[in-house]
């Protein structure tokens, strides 16, 4: 599929006829005879194409005056990957939105991270997405008004405002307008064994969903395998970790199955609630395109037999771009055993503690005004590290140096560099990881290079990335290929 700006018809109409659920969340088919928008893979009978027209976001459906289909639940579908494979303007808009940014600080806010005027964001969203930022805002507090209302037993009011909106009538209006009920009829179509019940206030347990294929073993293995203690652990086969969010703090666990992630969720404040979400699947990956990426890797014959044998390998990534950053510098030239326990001596002396009844998780990683203010002295590693760590927590404290969602990736890769300390491994990993460059590239990592050289592939890292420029735009998830020929923890799902 091509860019959302230009849906091609031809493809549109073959894919809802096949049912194919690698588009979900690409582009939505709107009904023009019943008014109802639906996902690709809509289990319905297709109806005629003279009645399909397509649009490429819930948003540009609802703002069309199209209703969410009560079968296929299209608001339900997995992200479209474009926002995650792309570094312009509209990507990072839609990445920032999806992180709540129009909700806690509206357009301006918006405008103001990305370094544009309010009109020529709004201008761009609209002929790319067919939806300004309200809108795609609006769609998106209705998506997380259903999740609160089929899965909590909360009064509607509390729904209301923990879902973003401004006033109980505007939260009845707009679930009216796009899923043709009230909310309480809404909560009465959850069927009887999933109606919501007595539970942990604050605690949701929902479904991730994701494109097949997944594999989950390097993507939690590599999450297991790194888990700085007390914030991170693996038990009873979930992936838990706490949370630093806008209004609060929470837990997450998330466990891989066959068709979903399942996630359970603990906040002190359900107004981060599709913050939480986003952030979770951000970290695991969800919203990636596998066929795309497997079909372009495998186009290297010495590529294939690696994703032939496990295909769909996601890329780790991270719920806090800063955290990781720290992280990364703390694993220079260490095992990962000792990385975590640097991170851990950290957390324990600065992270702010929590209570977690259904663990060992015990504190957020310190942020970094917290790390700022850490005596180098302290700081068990050789001196030139300590100033590469005191010189990143310090920009990262005052605002000279801000990693997010929003970041432009090459922006963000020269400000690094400039950094004392850091090299292109460091900042590639970086951005691979924390920024979410799907084509970030590490020909200097030492396992890449070992495993380059075991499958016949160049092992030096000029020869490597000049093979490599046939990988593009996929090169972070080659990079997991490689890595997990290896015997390390991280390429092996705990047991």
């Not at 009538?169 to 909310?183: G, H, I, M, Q, W």
């Not at 002295?377 to 605002?399: I, K």
Request: hydrophobic share 40%.
């Amino acid at each position: 599929m091509q860019t959302a700006t230009h849906l091609d018809r031809e493809h549109c109409v073959r894919a809802v006829q096949s049912k194919d659920a690698r588009f979900d969340g690409w582009f939505y088919t709107a009904v023009l005879t019943t008014r109802i928008y639906c996902r690709p893979s809509c289990p319905v009978v297709p109806p005629k194409p003279r009645n399909m027209t397509f649009y490429p976001s819930a948003a540009a459906c609802q703002q069309a005056g199209f209703r969410a289909c009560k079968r296929c639940r299209p608001d339900t579908s997995p992200g479209s990957p474009e926002w995650n494979q792309r570094a312009d303007l509209v990507a990072r808009a839609m990445r920032l939105i999806t992180d709540g940014v129009v909700d806690r600080e509206g357009v301006p806010g918006l405008a103001a991270r990305l370094g544009y005027s309010t009109r020529q964001v709004e201008r761009q969203l609209l002929a790319e997405l067919g939806a300004g930022p309200l809108a795609l805002a609006r769609a998106q507090r209705a998506q997380t008004a259903r999740l609160l209302i089929e899965t909590t037993a909360l009064p509607m009011a509390e729904i209301a405002f923990a879902a973003g909106f401004s006033s109980i009538r505007a939260f009845n209006d707009t679930v009216r307008e796009v899923f043709a009920l009230s909310p309480s009829e809404l909560r009465h179509r959850v069927p009887a064994g999933r109606a919501p019940g007595g539970h942990t206030p604050g605690t949701l347990s929902l479904r991730l969903p994701f494109r097949a294929p997944l594999n989950p073993d390097n993507l939690f293995g590599h999450l297991a395998a790194t888990a700085v203690p007390g914030v991170e652990e693996w038990r009873d086969g979930a992936y838990r970790r706490t949370l630093r969010l806008p209004y609060g703090h929470g837990i997450v666990a998330l466990t891989p199955r066959p068709d979903h992630i399942a996630c359970r969720l603990t906040l002190s404040d359900l107004r981060d609630l599709a913050v939480a979400i986003s952030r979770c699947r951000r970290m695991l990956d969800l919203d990636a395109d596998p066929v795309a990426v497997d079909d372009r890797l495998r186009t290297d014959p010495l590529l294939a037999p690696l994703v032939d044998k496990a295909p769909g390998r996601r890329v780790p990534r991270t719920v806090d771009e800063a955290e990781f950053a720290v992280r990364a510098v703390l694993g220079q030239q260490v095992s990962t055993a000792a990385a975590r326990t640097h991170a851990a001596r950290l957390v324990t002396a600065h992270g702010r503690p929590l209570d977690d009844p259904e663990g060992g998780l015990t504190h957020l990683f310190p942020a970094p005004q917290a790390l700022a203010a850490v005596d180098p002295e302290t700081l068990a590693m050789p001196r030139t590290r300590r100033t590469t760590f005191t010189t990143l927590v310090g920009q990262l404290a005052d605002g000279t140096l801000h990693l997010g969602v929003e970041s432009d990736w090459a922006e963000a890769r020269a400000r690094l560099l400039a950094l004392p300390g850091f090299g292109p491994w460091t900042v590639d990993v970086i951005a691979m990881r924390a920024l979410g460059d799907p084509d970030a590239f590490l020909p200097t990592d030492l396992g890449i290079r070992r495993a380059a050289g075991e499958l016949g592939l160049p092992s030096t890292p000029a020869a490597l990335t000049a093979r490599a420029e046939a990988w593009r735009p996929w090169r972070a998830y080659a990079v997991q290929y490689l890595w997990a020929t290896d015997s390390h923890p991280i390429n092996f799902l705990p047991v």
